[in-house]
């Protein structure tokens, strides 16, 4: 039975998230079911992330197994024909060996965070970027993100709801830039907890618009309590944007 690993970039507007749902209103219902329909048979998807509701993926990760030996070209055209006219589609196929799983053989996630400032709210980018009606110092926003850098214990920056067993992860880059009036927050781990990252922008934020120092982000990580952290970063200006493997 061939393995299958695709690229996926997709516009989370409208989604439930990655995870199926019993509504069939997330991407992997919509995935699984465009597969379904080329293929014959109910197939299970694996994806690298999985990504919440309202949130983008330029290079999202999947795998999954089929029947079907066929051109990874021809699989691409096929489930992409399926999935019009959803706001879903595949970049790229290819097989791979059985032992690759798109979850557990990253080696490292990459996302970015966009927040627009302008008085003026965006109009082509409503719900893909989070708009700021103020100018925020990203140079301040760029001295607290250091604080995040290497390994700690982030139980202040993870959802009450996440589910992992350990709120220890490492943060290997983070990078906040401006250009024009975005500002680009980049964000690289080899895993996540749940609304970490969004966490972490939303208490960034507070530094831009100075109700936070620089310094505050240091306090926040060391209490270790999610009451500590700023406001949570709305879901739809969050992408990820690739996942490194070996």
Known sequence: ????????????T???????????KAVQNKIERAIEKFCGVKTRTQAAGRTDAGVHALGQVIHFDTDVDHDPFKVMQAI????????IVIISVEKVDESFEARFSATARHYEYQIFCRRSRPVLDAKRVWHVPIE???????????????????????????????????IDRFDVSRDGETIFINVS???????????????LKAVG??????????IALEAKD?????????????????????
């Not at 618009?209 to 240091?218: L, M």
């Not at 999610?226 to 070996?246: E, I, M, N």
Request: glycine share 8%.
């Open 209 to 218: 618009e100075g109700r936070w120092q620089p310094e505050d982000v240091k």
């Open 80 to 87: 992409n024909f399926h999935l019009k006219p959803n706001t």
């Open 136 to 170: 925020l110092d990203h140079v301040k926003m760029a001295e607290a993100a250091k604080y995040f850098l290497g390994e700690h214990d982030f139980s202040t920056f993870r959802s009450k709801f996440c589910q992992a067993k350990s709120p220890i992860r490492s």
């Open 14 to 24: 409208i989604y439930a998230g990655w995870q199926v749902q019993p509504n069939g």
């Open 189 to 203: 781990s080899r895993a996540f907890l749940h609304n970490q990252v969004r966490s972490m922008v939303g208490s």
């Open 1 to 12: 039975m061939p393995r299958y690993k695709a690229l996926v970039e997709y516009d989370g």
């Open 226 to 246: 999610r009451k500590a952290c700023g406001p949570v970063a709305p879901a739809h200006g969050l992408y990820l944007t690739h996942v490194d493997y070996p």
